[in-house]
Nanobody, 117 residues
Framework: QVQLVESGGGLVQPGGSLRLSCATS????????MSWYRQAPGKERELVAR????????NYADSVKGRFTISRDNAKNTVYLQMNSLKPEDTAVYYC??????????WGQGTQVTVSS
C-alpha cells in the first residue's frame, strides 16, 4: 500500500522557518522524482520544488528560489522541504508528490502552512 505522509506544517510568523517532511512507503522511493506542491485558497495547485531520482538535481518555482530547499534521504524514504524567510503569500496546503510516470503518480494528504503575524 502506497503511503505519503506529510508533517511539519503549522503557524509561523513572517520571516520564520519551517521544515516539512514527507515519509513514504509502499513503493521504490529511490526510483521516483519527488516534488512539493502547494494550493492556496481559491488558487490552483502549483509546483514548489522538485528533486529527481537519479541525480538529485532540483528545480524551484521562481517565487521560492533562494528561500526553500528540497532534499531527499533515500535511506529513510523521506523528502524534505526547508522553508526559510516565509511570507504570508506562502500560506497554503503543501502536498508531497511521488512520480515515475503517469501510471505511478502518488500524492499525500497535505499539511497546512500558515504564515501570519
Amino acid at each position: 500500500q502506497v503511503q505519503l505522509v506529510e508533517s511539519g506544517g503549522g503557524l509561523v510568523q513572517p520571516g520564520g522557518s519551517l521544515r516539512l517532511s514527507c515519509a513514504t512507503s509502499g513503493f521504490t522511493f529511490s526510483s521516483f522524482a519527488m516534488s512539493w506542491y502547494r494550493q492556496a485558497p481559491g488558487k490552483e495547485r502549483e509546483l514548489v520544488a522538485r528533486i529527481t531520482s537519479a541525480t538529485g538535481s532540483t528545480n524551484y518555482a521562481d517565487s521560492v528560489k533562494g528561500r526553500f530547499t528540497i532534499s531527499r534521504d533515500n535511506a529513510k524514504n523521506t523528502v524534505y522541504l526547508q522553508m526559510n524567510s516565509l511570507k504570508p503569500e506562502d500560506t497554503a496546503v503543501y502536498y508531497c508528490n511521488a512520480r515515475r510516470s503517469s501510471w505511478y503518480d502518488f500524492w499525500g494528504q497535505g499539511t497546512q502552512v500558515t504564515v501570519s503575524s
